[in-house]
């Protein structure tokens, strides 16, 4: 089986960093240490030469291949979270914001009992009537929740 190299593992972990050309910092340059494709590191770095060396922000995100927002967002992290900040963290909700408990009762009470889901006729009908889109899949996973938690409450 094939050994997987860094640039494997950063592509994995999703801190690969797109631009690694664009890392112009002279102790990237042919350093067994510094890695202009590890995104975390490239960050801290271009952080670190800002508040330790004194350069601006502007010139330090420059100096990394980075854009001034992108530096921002990281200092707000880094300074919330730590070195932690700096990992990509996952996108998108958490958790089924849309189907609310008030958009479940709505599709209980408008599902015919007995008869298969209807999901998509459902998800038209909340929106018209409710004014939420909902993806008829994201129904689906709600009745199998609902379900599965009603079986796991009669089992136990």
Known sequence: MPKNTKLDRLRQLGVLNPRPDAVRAPWFQNSPFFDPNDLVQVKYEMLRHARQDGVNKAEAAALFGLSRPTYYQAEA?????????????????????????????????????????????????????????????????????KTMSHVSRRCC
């Open 77 to 145: 992290a880094f300074e919330r979270d730590g070195l932690a900040g700096l990992l990509p963290h996952a996108r998108g909700p958490k958790s089924a914001h849309k189907v609310t408990d008030e958009v479940m009762r709505f599709i209980e009470q408008h599902r015919h009992a007995g008869s298969p889901l209807q999901a998509p006729a459902l998800a038209e009908l909340v929106q018209t009537s409710l004014g939420v889109s909902v993806h008829p899949r994201s129904i689906e996973r709600a009745m199998a929740r």
